[in-house]
């Protein structure tokens, strides 16, 4: 393993936790949902947006230092 794939651990690490953190809200929307407490569903969802547009782009910086570390070569 190369040191630069070995920099990216820790960033595809911070990924799965915060996606498996979104993915735990989200059931818990929807279970609020479920039980009728529609607003605390759509209340339990908003932070979710954020996360993901966060973790989209930390997504697509990996991916990019990824390429960069292979010359620019997918």
């Known amino acids: 393993m190369s040191k630069h794939e070995t920099n990216l651990t ?6 799965a936790d915060g996606l498996t953190t979104a993915s735990q809200s989200a059931w818990q929307a ?5 039980a009728g407490r529609t607003n605390e569903a759509i209340g339990t969802l908003l932070p979710v947006m954020d996360q993901l547009e966060t973790h989209a782009a930390l997504c697509k910086t990996i991916l990019a230092l990824h390429r960069i570390g292979k010359g620019g070569t997918r």
């Open 30 to 34: 929807f279970d609020a949902a479920k």
């Open 10 to 15: 820790p960033m595809i690490g911070n990924l």
